[in-house]
């Protein structure tokens, strides 16, 4: 199954995981997150890994999320109503967001990628 991580070039986060990928020898496609956003399919397998926890998926420090009030309104949205915002404005997905297959992985620590990997 193929890697996909979805990505903003300006975020230090997404190049450490980069260069960690880079590092192990991975392969792996590298989706422009704001250009192209996951698509409802990814977002809810990515929202079935972390049990159901709608906020995991959200960048809650980025600009959108805050002009959009999400800390307020995300507690009475539903899961389809969340999936269909993030699918549409990448601004709002955590990053990296990396997907295969039925498995999926938001944010990036050195440490639970390599257990996420193995």
Excluded: H
Excluded at 23 to 51: H, S
Excluded at 66 to 94: F, H, I, P, W, Y
């Amino acid at each position: 199954m193929k890697l996909k991580v979805y990505a903003y070039k300006n975020c230090d986060t997404c190049r450490k995981a980069k260069k960690y990928l880079d590092k192990k020898g991975l392969k792996y496609e590298l989706i422009p997150v704001r250009e192209q956003p996951p698509t409802k399919v990814e977002l809810r397998t990515m929202l079935d890994n972390y049990d159901g926890n709608i906020r995991k998926l959200f960048n809650t420090s980025g600009g959108d999320y805050k002009a959009l009030n999400l800390k307020e309104k995300l507690a009475n949205m539903t899961d389809e109503q969340a999936v269909k915002l993030l699918s549409v404005n990448g601004n709002l997905v955590k990053r990296p967001f990396a997907v295969t297959g039925n498995r999926g992985i938001v944010g990036f620590k050195e440490v639970e990628w390599a257990e996420w990997l193995d």
